[in-house]
């Protein structure tokens, strides 16, 4: 099995036909239709299949394309070691994060001063939903990530927990439910989950888990945090959201026409945690971030009995 022929699948896949891909690459379209056949007979099975519209993957090639991008991914990380290596002051590093995670006190300061310590090595920052960090984690298009979920599976992948952060179940300040104080009565209540409702890791799965209750039928899945609040606006709606983005006022300057609800039942923390596939195989410069963010997030921790707790 031969690199070139993992490019050549993961070209064709990314780009969707092989005339895409070979432009992309370029080299000839014979030469990457050549790859894939040499990859086919060596693996056994069809990888790729003509479809309306283009080219897509087998049944087979989609379980072997998360091995060929991690592969490819490794690849060009290795690339960008060996050049860190002949520059240090060269390189690339991608992080992900919550919108939790990204209003920590002091990440901004360590992304900045690794900016100005290496302004020729390109930093990239993307805000994602935790299970879809776990997904770029995973495929190798992210370096590490300061998430907010619970690892419920580990998923092969180096998990620190740095902390947490109090959870709080809050309305528009005109809900007529804004004084109710049981999540029971709730649980029939409209409710906006900022994760997939099939995500049982995330907050709003563990809100009514803990307490033992049904997750709500009624329902609103809004990955956008934006949305999410101007629904809330403009409906009976009810979310779980940081005590952090409560406190900063959401950042937008609008917190005065949100509340947080007395809800008498445990409403689980948010875990802070720092998450790569094996910090000891980051290259230099996300080694170097790695551990600038770790001390950074944990300067706002203390140890509460065997837990901590993040100080917003």
Same mark, same amino acid.
């Given at each position: ?7 050549a699948?993961?070209a ?22 050549? =790859? ?24 087979? #090639? ?32 991608? *992080?992900?994060?919550? /919108? ?8 901004? @300061? /360590? ?13 990239? *920052? ?23 979920? $619970? ?11 740095? #902390? ?15 004084? /109710? ?21 995330? $907050?709003?799965?563990?809100?009514? @888990? ?22 809330l ?9 940081? @005590? ?9 300057g ?12 445990l ?16 290259t230099?410069?996300? $080694?170097e ?16 009995? =065997? ?6």
């Amino acid at each position: 099995m031969k690199l070139h022929q993992l490019r050549a699948l993961v070209a064709i896949h990314n780009a969707g036909s092989i005339l895409e891909a070979s432009k992309l690459m370029h080299i000839t379209q014979p030469a990457l239709s050549r =790859s894939i056949k040499e990859l086919e007979r060596e693996v056994g099975f069809t990888l790729l299949q003509r479809s309306h519209k283009g080219m897509a993957l087998t049944e087979e #090639g989609k379980r072997v394309i998360r091995h060929a991008n991690l592969v490819v991914e490794s690849i060009r990380r290795l690339q960008i070691e060996a050049a860190s290596i002949q520059d240090a002051a060269l390189g690339a590093v991608s *992080i992900g994060v919550t /919108s939790l995670t990204a209003m920590l006190d002091g990440v901004d @300061e /360590s992304i900045l001063a690794f900016r100005r310590k290496y302004p020729r090595v390109k930093i990239t *920052i993307t805000d994602l939903r935790p299970s879809q960090i776990l997904q770029r984690l995973r495929d190798g298009s992210l370096d590490f990530a300061i998430t907010s979920q $619970q690892p419920l599976s580990r998923l092969s992948l180096d998990w620190e927990a740095l #902390g947490s952060i109090k959870g709080r179940v809050i309305c528009h300040a005109s809900n007529r439910q804004k004084f /109710s104080q049981s999540l029971r009565t709730l649980q029939y209540a409209p409710w906006i989950s900022l994760d997939e409702l099939s995500d049982q890791a995330s $907050q709003f799965h563990q809100l009514f @888990e803990a307490n033992g209750l049904r997750v709500p039928q009624n329902t609103v899945e809004c990955t956008s945090v934006m949305m999410a609040l101007k629904l809330l606006k403009n409906t009976e709606s009810l979310m779980t959201i940081s @005590e952090l983005a409560v406190d900063q006022g959401f950042t937008y300057g609008i917190d005065c026409e949100f509340v947080a609800m007395a809800v008498q039942e445990l409403i689980p923390d948010y875990p802070i945690n720092l998450v790569c596939i094996d910090r000891h195989s980051l290259t230099a410069p996300a $080694q170097e971030l790695f551990h600038s963010l770790r001390g950074q997030v944990l300067k706002q921790t203390r140890p509460v009995g =065997s837990e901590v707790v993040v100080h917003a």
